[in-house]
């Protein structure tokens, strides 16, 4: 399957999101050790401040690639249930679910470790999906939902004109209909 570039602010978005994600579930993990003392604390500890910092930066950088993904579907003639996937909605969940939860006991901290492995699986299904749709042949047909070589930076579909934006029966009906009639009258003739 040929892989589709898509477009830069996509692709910081999403490289940054599992960046931000690994760091959450790489430190959750760590005090899930260290709360379950299967590792002894060296007594410097990441202050409450940044942990705090790291789970906002993660959300801002979910809700950004999310937007970015939606924008970049809707602009090609589809809805995000392209990219929908049940690993997002797991780590959403489980993200809830650690709200209620004590945040010094282990349990908390499996709990996000087990969100934060389930978004890293969850985007790259979504990626995934995102690249076959590109390139799959039977996307819905409508305006901008034909296969592009590679969106925009924006999410737009490229300005530069493809062989079937020539084609004015694709996109006209009224002069797909006097195509037809003339068609006719040649043929009649």
Avoid: C
């Avoid at 999410?155 to 079937?164: D, L, N």
């Amino acid at each position: 399957m040929p892989q589709i570039l898509l477009p830069l602010r996509w692709r910081i978005a999403w490289w940054a999101l599992l960046l931000l994600t690994a760091a959450l579930g790489t430190r959750s993990l760590t005090k899930a050790a260290i709360a379950g003392d299967v590792l002894e604390s060296s007594g410097k500890q990441i202050p409450v401040v940044l942990s705090a910092a790291l789970a906002a930066a993660l959300v801002v950088t979910f809700v950004v690639w999310a937007r970015l993904t939606k924008s970049i579907v809707e602009a090609h003639g589809g809805t995000v249930a392209v990219v929908r996937n049940r690993a997002l909605s797991g780590a959403a969940v489980l993200v809830v679910v650690s709200l209620v939860l004590s945040s010094d006991t282990a349990a908390f901290h499996l709990v996000r470790v087990a969100a934060a492995a389930l978004l890293l699986v969850g985007v790259a299904v979504a990626r995934t999906r995102l690249q076959s749709w590109f390139t799959s042949a039977d996307r819905p047909v409508g305006a901008g939902a034909e296969p592009v070589a590679a969106p925009s930076w924006n999410g737009v579909p490229s300005p530069e004109p493809r062989p079937e934006d020539w084609d004015a029966g694709r996109w006209d009906p009224e002069i797909q209909a006097d195509i037809e009639r003339r068609r006719r009258r040649e043929s009649a003739e």
